[in-house]
T-cell receptor, first 113, second 114 residues
C-alpha cells in the first residue's frame, strides 16, 4: 500500500539524540494524526492536524514536537526522549476530521536506549 | 472525555466457529464507531464501521451491531478462518468539538485454530 507512508520504519536513538519521524499521505486528505502504540496498551492519540492547523494535543510531553507544513506531510520531532517512549508510532490521515475513516501508515518502531 | 472498554482481551476459536468482540463507550455524543484489524507487524486497517443512525451493518462474514441506549457495540465474525487471526480494535469518536478524535479500545487478540 502506498496511501500513507512513514519513514524511517525502524529507529534506535539515545536519550540525548534528536531525530524526526516523517509521514506522507497520497490520498488528498485534509486531516492527519500521530498515534503511539505501546505493548498491551490501546492506541493513544497524540496530535491532530486539520488543514495544517493543530486541533488536538492530547497532553503530550514537550519532548515530542509535531510539524505539519502542508496537508500531505506530517513530522514528529523527537528530543531527549526516555526509554518509556519506545513504541510504535503510527501516522494516520482522513478526508476531514469529522468522524471519517482514518487510514494508517505502517508505523515507525522506535527504541530509546 | 471518551472511555472505550473492549472485551475479551484474548479470544481463541476453532476454524468455522463464530467470534464476538464487545465494546462499551461513555460519551453519549459519539456517533461513529469503526473496527480495525491489525495483523502482526502490519498497520491497523479498517474492516467495518457503523454510524449512530443505524443499528446493524454487515459485510460478508463481518457484522457490527450498535446499541446506543446501552452504549455498546459488537463485532461479529462468522465462519472464522485462520487468516482472521489478528488484533482487533474498536473505537469511538468524541462528540462535541473534537470530532476527529478517536478513542480506541485495548484490543482483542483473536486466534483461529485450523
Amino acid at each position: 500500500e502506498t496511501g500513507v507512508t512513514q519513514t524511517p520504519r525502524h529507529l534506535v536513538m539515545g536519550m540525548t539524540n534528536k531525530k524526526s519521524l516523517k509521514c506522507e499521505q497520497h490520498l488528498g486528505h485534509n486531516a492527519m494524526y500521530w498515534y503511539k502504540q505501546s505493548a498491551k496498551k490501546p492506541l493513544e492519540l497524540m496530535f491532530v492536524y486539520n488543514f495544517k492547523e493543530q486541533t488536538e494535543n492530547n497532553s503530550v510531553p514537550s519532548r515530542f514536537s509535531p510539524e505539519c507544513p502542508n496537508s500531505s506531510h506530517l513530522f514528529l520531532h523527537l528530543h531527549t526522549l526516555q526509554p518509556e517512549d519506545s513504541a510504535l508510532y503510527l501516522c494516520a490521515s482522513s478526508q476531514d476530521w469529522i468522524g471519517e475513516t482514518q487510514y494508517f501508515g505502517p508505523g515507525t518502531r522506535l527504541l530509546v536506549l | 472525555g471518551e472511555n472505550v472498554e473492549q472485551h475479551p482481551s484474548t479470544l481463541s476459536v476453532q476454524e468455522g466457529d463464530s467470534a464476538v468482540i464487545k465494546c462499551t463507550y461513555s460519551d453519549s455524543a459519539s456517533n461513529y464507531f469503526p473496527w480495525y484489524k491489525q495483523e502482526l507487524g502490519k498497520r491497523p486497517q479498517l474492516i467495518i464501521d457503523i454510524r449512530s443512525n443505524v443499528g446493524e451493518k454487515k459485510d460478508q462474514r463481518i457484522a457490527v451491531t450498535l446499541n446506543k441506549t446501552a452504549k455498546h457495540f459488537s463485532l461479529h465474525i462468522t465462519e472464522t478462518q485462520p487468516e482472521d487471526s489478528a488484533v482487533y480494535f474498536c473505537a469511538a469518536n468524541t462528540g462535541g468539538t473534537s470530532y476527529g478524535k478517536l478513542t480506541f479500545g485495548q484490543g482483542t487478540i483473536l486466534t483461529v485454530h485450523p
